[in-house]
């Protein structure tokens, strides 16, 4: 129900833009998914206080989940980081200890401020840094990354945002692929339960096609898309307005009980 309720107010809250990407153009950005794959460990990117880090070296000899993001994205990247900070918590997974946390930003012109700015935003000032990386880079380096691990992007210059698919990958303790998790709420258990795989080294099939993508779309107005979208608003509010009235609806029956 969380899920589908989060779906609907997604849709109701998207922003308007006169977008350049088009609707056809979306599965291109859908992750292409590989298993078993390795990431570059010889890659080398910027922390937050902007020293030269070796991704290798970060990993540490334990699994880490791996996100790539941009850290002044409007939309799904603050639910996905949240949302994973939230879940390790809540599984009681330790960062430093249990796991290694990776964020890279594919935004070319966010840097060391930018992610320093972040870990305190989503950890706190007295959160304990070890095991937690934001990390920037040029975007040549970034993109080896990404095409590693099968995550298309693309820079919308009619909206200003880069256009991208929702998820993240675990990796094992040399750096491969071991799980994707696509979208942005899996839950302490399967978190847990994919850090435990990577430890061992396991790696699983590919997840379940899901193309959930981070990106203000909305269609120019005089068209049929636009006139789809304006009703499929319509109907989310419709449907937001109707749970509410049930929900109240529930709570004067259980009073007169």
């Not at 920037?136 to 990354?145: D, N, Q, Y």
Request: with cysteine; glycine share 10%.
């Amino acid at each position: 129900m969380k899920a589908a309720l989060a779906g609907v107010l997604l849709a109701v809250a998207a922003p308007s833009a006169a977008a350049g990407l088009q609707p056809s153009q979306f599965g291109a950005l859908a992750f292409r998914q590989h298993p078993g794959a390795q990431v570059p460990l010889d890659t080398v990117l910027l922390d937050e206080s902007g020293r030269k880090v070796r991704l290798g070296l970060l990993l540490d000899g334990k699994p880490a989940v791996f996100v790539l993001e941009y850290l002044h994205c409007p939309n799904l990247c603050g639910l996905v980081l949240a949302g994973l900070v939230r879940d390790l918590k809540a599984a009681g997974l330790q960062p430093g200890r249990d796991l290694q946390f990776v964020a890279v930003s594919i935004d070319p012109h966010e840097g060391p401020e930018d992610a320093a700015r972040a870990r305190t935003a989503y950890l706190g000032e007295h959160a304990n840094p070890a095991g937690w990386h934001f990390l920037t880079g040029p975007a040549p380096t970034v993109r080896r990354i990404a095409d590693a691990i099968g995550f298309r992007y693309r820079f919308d210059k009619a909206i200003g945002q880069y256009a991208h698919p929702a998820g993240f990958v675990v990796l094992t303790p040399d750096g491969r692929i071991s799980r994707y998790l696509l979208g942005f709420e899996h839950g302490p258990a399967a978190l847990k339960t994919a850090v435990a795989e990577a430890a061992r080294d396991q790696v699983e099939p590919p997840a379940h096609p899901l193309l959930l993508l981070c990106f203000g779309y909305d269609p120019q107005a005089g068209t049929i898309a636009y006139t789809a979208m304006q009703a499929l608003r319509i109907a989310a509010f419709g449907a937001v307005a109707a749970l509410v009235l049930y929900v109240l609806a529930a709570l004067r029956r259980e009073r007169t009980r």
